[in-house]
Structures are given as C-alpha cells and as structure tokens.
C-alpha cells in the first residue's frame, strides 16, 4: 500500500488551497496520505490541513528557520521526513517548482512535473508541448516517487475531517549560506489570482497600463481577480506576478473572461481548464475564439461598460 506524505504550501498562516488540490491526486494513487507542515508556528496551520477529508495524519516540523518557505532550508527537512513514504507530493505552484526538485535531488530520484492524472502508484499523465501533448511516465516500483501536482487539473478535496496532529522532530542539516533577507509582494484586496473562482484577464489589446482600469473595474464588479497575458506584461501594463500562461500563472477558475487577448498557445495552457471561458477581442478569428464558451466580437472599450451595467 501506498504511503503519500503531501507537502503543506502556506502563507500568513493560511493554507494554499493547492493542497486540497494536491491531497486529490494523492487519493487518486490511494493508500495512507500524511500532510507534513513545516513553519516556526505550525499549530493553526496543521488545524486547517486536519480538516481535509482523506488525510490520516497531519506531521508538523517546528523550528524558527521554517518561518519562511525558503526551498534550501525546508529539502533536507522534508527529505529526512519523507523517510519511509513511497511518495512524496507537492503542488505545482511557484513555492512548489522551487521546492520540491530539491526534495527529489536530495532523495536521489527524478521529479515528476506537473501531475495531472494518477493511472497507477507508479503511472501518471503529465502535460508537454504547452499542453499540446499529454505523455504517460512511468517509474521503477522500487523508487520513491516525487512529483508537483497539477493544480489545475484536481479538484479540492472536502473539507470536514478531523486528522490527528502529531509533531516531528529531524537531524537534517540545514544551510548557513541562505537565509531570509525580505518579501517583496503586491497588495491587493482582489482574490488571489492562483486560487480565485472568478478571473477577469486583459490582453496587448486593451492598449495602454493606463486603459487597464476597465479590467479592474469590471473584476470589482464581479469580485474577481486580475490577470493578463504575456503581451500586457512584456508591454508593461501589469506587472509579471499578473501573468497568466505556461510562463506564468496556470488556473482553473469557474470563470475565466479573457479581453483583448488573442488566445496563443502559451497563454492557453494556462486556462484550458477554466470552467467558463469568455472571450471580448475585436478580430473575430483570434484563436481565443476556438477555445471560448462564450465569444463577443467588438470594441473592448464599448463592450465591458455594457456589461458592467448589466451586473
């Protein structure tokens, strides 16, 4: 049977909803699943994993050097906790692209990226090619697997469990060469834009950082968050933590509303699991339309007052 230890991604003492995420692809492999926390404070957070319907037990690492989610510092944690787990699992977010190669280098095996479909304990479906291309990867049954986990692609576990919380301790060596110096982070009362129901995206289309207002406005109206695609960043209407595509973000809202955005393949990777997809561009053979539920052809600027009236 299978022993999955899932890493718990937080931040300001809340857990990253990629973790119900990643605790769904865990079950998918079945057997006992084990969420580890690692934090200077892990009590709230390790309550809230608790919760998450699936979970046997919650592992909590305590040390003050787990204030912050410092890849260098949290490997040879986790590598000496993932003892005895056939499986280690993280989600495919930024924290975790950093994180867990580090986890797998450390255990001596090779990552699995970007996991999207469980076919077996040892069997997965991963996306290549900008998603153009699913391939099947298959791995040694005597190696313990490492993976990140595709958000996107998994829905959240339930809520309503009541796991036990134990706490851990291990001789990991941690490093003196890197240490915390500052966050720099955006502050925004919007959702945050990985993990919101509601996305409302602006593309080169909307033409100027200053004309990005109406795609603020309209995310206000329907308590949305914000993203764009490459273009708007590289034109720097929006800064880069607002991209959405296989370089950016990777999402999977109820609904997506792309504006002004012509649909490349790079930034159709990073919604082609949005429940809801609308498009507003003005070429009406912008390939955005090929994928869109929902499309309208016209001037952006003519259009987005219009519905907003309508909200």
Not at 131 to 152: C, H, K, S
């Amino acid at each position: 049977m299978a022993k999955i230890l899932v890493i718990a991604e937080h931040l300001d003492g809340k857990l990253n909803s990629a973790v119900a995420k990643t605790v769904s692809a865990a079950a998918a492999v079945g057997g006992d699943i084990d969420v580890l926390v690692l934090a200077a404070d892990p009590a709230g957070i390790a309550a809230e994993a608790a919760q998450i319907a699936g979970v046997s037990k919650v592992l909590t690492l305590a040390n003050p050097a787990n204030a912050h989610a410092l890849a260098q510092v949290q490997a040879p944690q986790i590598a000496k906790a993932a003892a005895g787990y056939s499986h280690v699992f993280g989600a495919s977010t930024t924290t975790g692209k950093d994180l867990v190669p580090a986890v797998a280098a450390l255990l001596g095996v090779n990552q699995v990226s970007d996991l999207m479909s469980v076919e077996g304990p040892h069997t997965f479906k991963r996306p290549i090619y900008a998603g153009n291309a699913i391939i099947t990867v298959e791995l040694p049954a005597d190696q313990v697997v490492v993976a990140t986990v595709r958000a996107a692609s998994w829905p959240e576990a339930a809520k309503g469990n009541s796991a036990p919380v134990e706490a851990i301790n291990v001789d990991a060596t941690l490093p003196s060469h890197t240490r915390f110096i500052g966050l720099a982070a955006g502050k925004s009362d919007r959702p945050d834009l990985q993990s919101a129901r509601r996305v409302v995206s602006g593309g080169r289309g909307v033409g100027s950082e200053e004309n990005f207002k109406v795609i603020y406005q309209l995310a206000d109206k329907l308590g949305a968050a914000v993203g764009a695609s490459r273009a708007a960043v590289d034109a720097g209407y929006v800064p880069s933590d607002m991209q959405v595509g296989q370089t950016g973000k990777i999402i999977a809202p109820e609904l997506y509303i792309a504006v002004g955005i012509s649909g490349a393949i790079q930034h159709l990777t990073g919604i082609k699991d949005a429940g809801t997809i609308v498009a507003i561009n003005k070429d009406g053979d912008a390939p955005i339309f090929e994928i869109a539920d929902i499309g309208l052809v016209g001037d952006l600027f003519t259009i987005l007052p219009e519905l907003e009236k309508a909200l």
